[in-house]
């Protein structure tokens, strides 16, 4: 039997890892307490962007001061040919962003950069930063 500090850690882990859906407690809970579960996964990983890093077809999460805000967007980088697609075309809050990043990594399976501008610094609530 898992002591609670360690049933709470991995309860939080997988609340994050299933993107933090609201009204799942009870089940993150037990499921936490179940020792036949393998190790839950780590919190999302992200490499940190620098110009060139990113091959065609990449996602990149700019976040960025607005005001006194972090606001963010989300583009898919093009081959040389063609211009970045930015979707969906505006700004939002870097949870958002992070989201709309995840959902379509899982259809491709390459990895998300992050690019960080303006004096934003990196939050570990949103996962880790890899150089």
């Given at each position: 039997m898992i002591d609670q500090e360690t049933r709470r850690i991995r309860a939080y882990?997988?609340?994050?890892?299933e993107g933090r859906p609201e009204g799942q407690d009870l089940a993150h809970w037990y499921r936490a307490g179940d020792e036949a579960v393998g190790?839950?996964?780590?919190r999302r990983e992200y490499i940190s962007y620098s110009p060139?890093?990113?091959?065609?077809?990449?996602?990149?999460?700019?976040?960025?001061?607005s005001?006194?805000?972090?606001?963010?967007?989300?583009?898919?980088v093009a081959d040389t040919n063609h211009e970045d697609t930015v979707f969906p075309g505006e700004e939002m809050e870097p949870e958002a962003a992070f989201k709309l990043a995840e959902s379509h990594r899982a259809d491709s399976g390459n990895p998300v950069f992050v690019e960080l501008v303006e004096?934003?610094?990196?939050?570990?609530?949103?996962?880790?930063?890899r150089p």
């Amino acid at each position: 039997m898992i002591d609670q500090e360690t049933r709470r850690i991995r309860a939080y882990r997988i609340w994050e890892s299933e993107g933090r859906p609201e009204g799942q407690d009870l089940a993150h809970w037990y499921r936490a307490g179940d020792e036949a579960v393998g190790p839950v996964p780590d919190r999302r990983e992200y490499i940190s962007y620098s110009p060139g890093t990113a091959p065609a077809g990449s996602l990149i999460i700019k976040l960025y001061r607005s005001s006194d805000q972090i606001r963010g967007y989300v583009r898919t980088v093009a081959d040389t040919n063609h211009e970045d697609t930015v979707f969906p075309g505006e700004e939002m809050e870097p949870e958002a962003a992070f989201k709309l990043a995840e959902s379509h990594r899982a259809d491709s399976g390459n990895p998300v950069f992050v690019e960080l501008v303006e004096d934003v610094g990196w939050n570990p609530s949103w996962g880790r930063l890899r150089p």
